[in-house]
């Protein structure tokens, strides 16, 4: 026999036995283990929702259109974020003169809508006959929103050019508010009242709805010159948003370049100051949030580190326990010829082996885990292959690295006091 086929066939025993002992003494092993499963499992669930999020999220967002280009007031911030820094507090608005302005000379742009919300739907009350629903968004908006949105109508039609000039009293409704409002009526032609003041549906725009989106199929869209009869004073404290698409998609730097430097015009500002405006696309809003979700993954590792600690002192212990119970075995071993080297690498194959097992087992509960999260709640999950792969070569790590000091203790034992051990 090769040496290489020697040691071949030792690590192959070394690893039944670890087996072996773990079928007879179950608990003790699962209990050993525990940590390790604990911790294996939260980074497999850990990183299927993070991709999950970050997926859907991305899939969704750029549903609106990859090369939206979005001016505004203020900067993106996720989740509130606390008070406004004073410095966006103190930003003018935009107007629907920079839009305009916008349009007229950035040659890059191709679609430029200006749009006003009443973000504050408490205010909003929209009403059908007996049927009301207090979830609608109204939007002040253009003719030219569809296109600078990627939003289009699916039954219907959009408001034209001329009814926006005359602000006519016209709404273009999302699935959203059929859903509340006609649950088995066709809108098309039918008068909505919004806050007691009539319109004539035109259109119902085609279904945006998912898990980060949702809202969209609530809004109502008006003309942006009837929106300022019921809300004028949106016009003050918000202004409008301006929605831009580039006429190539490979301009997008090129739009926000134009966009940018005619906004800086109008505004006065110097070279050396910053903008005291926003920029949205779905790239940075994409990093942004990925940054987001990055920081809770290291928080959730940590956690999952502190685990993998446990479960490896785990192993330590339950290693040095077999030392101490084996130690007539390693005698007899050491007696008839096993050198120092086979000792050790028999305790780390083992502790490797109970780890690893561990470790299989953390897997097959966070891949469980993770199915269960999909199915029973709104959450998206993502089963990574490599989280799979890294969770099962860092259960292997700890078993090695808590593994050492038992081997290396079982290694040094004196073959004569091994033998005499009772």
Request: with cysteine; charged share 20%.
């Amino acid at each position: 026999m090769s040496r290489w086929d020697r040691l071949v066939a030792e690590r192959r025993e070394n690893v039944l036995a670890a087996l072996r002992a773990i079928r007879e003494q179950k608990l003790r092993s699962f209990l050993t283990c525990l940590g390790i499963i604990i911790g294996v499992g939260t980074v497999i669930v850990m990183v299927s929702l993070v991709q999950g999020f970050n997926s859907s999220f991305i899939a969704q967002f750029q549903n609106f259109g990859a090369t939206l280009v979005q001016f505004q007031r203020l900067d993106d911030r996720f989740g509130g974020g606390g008070p406004l820094p004073e410095e966006q507090r103190l930003r003018p608005v935009l107007t629907l003169d920079d839009a305009e302005a916008i349009r007229r000379y950035a040659p890059a742009i191709a679609f430029v809508s200006p749009e006003r919300w009443n973000i504050n739907n408490s205010n909003v009350e929209v009403r059908y006959r007996g049927s009301r629903t207090n979830n609608a968004t109204v939007g002040g908006v253009t003719h030219t929103y569809p296109d600078a949105n990627n939003h289009f109508v699916e039954h219907g039609r959009f408001f034209t050019a001329g009814e926006e000039l005359h602000s006519a009293p016209v709404a273009v409704i999302g699935t959203g508010i059929v859903e509340a409002l006609f649950p088995h009526t066709d809108p098309l032609g039918r008068e909505i009242e919004i806050n007691g003041r009539p319109f004539r549906v035109l259109g119902v725009m085609e279904k945006k709805g998912g898990l980060f989106d949702s809202g969209t199929d609530q809004q109502i869209e008006i003309p942006v010159g009837y929106f300022d009869r019921i809300w004028p004073d949106v016009k003050r404290t918000y202004g409008c948003v301006i929605a831009t698409v580039p006429r190539k998609p490979e301009w997008v730097d090129l739009a926000i370049e134009q966009g940018t430097q005619i906004l800086r015009d109008r505004r006065g500002l110097r070279f050396s100051q910053p903008n005291n405006f926003g920029i949205r696309t779905p790239e940075r809003t994409i990093r942004t949030f990925r940054q987001i979700t990055g920081g809770v993954s290291a928080a959730m590792l940590v956690i999952a580190g502190i685990s993998l600690i446990i479960g490896g002192v785990g192993v330590m212990n339950i290693m040095l326990m077999n030392v101490t119970q084996r130690t007539r075995e390693i005698g007899v071993r050491r007696a008839l010829g096993a050198r120092r080297s086979d000792i050790r690498q028999q305790f780390v194959t083992e502790a490797i082996t109970l780890s690893l097992v561990g470790g299989a087992t953390g897997v097959a509960v966070g891949i469980g885990m993770s199915h269960v999260v999909g199915l029973v709640s709104p959450f998206p999950t993502s089963i990574s292959v490599w989280a799979i792969v890294a969770g099962l070569a860092v259960s292997g790590l700890v078993g090695f690295f808590f593994g050492t000091y038992p081997a290396y203790k079982a290694a040094r034992l004196d073959p004569i006091e091994a033998l005499r051990y009772e």
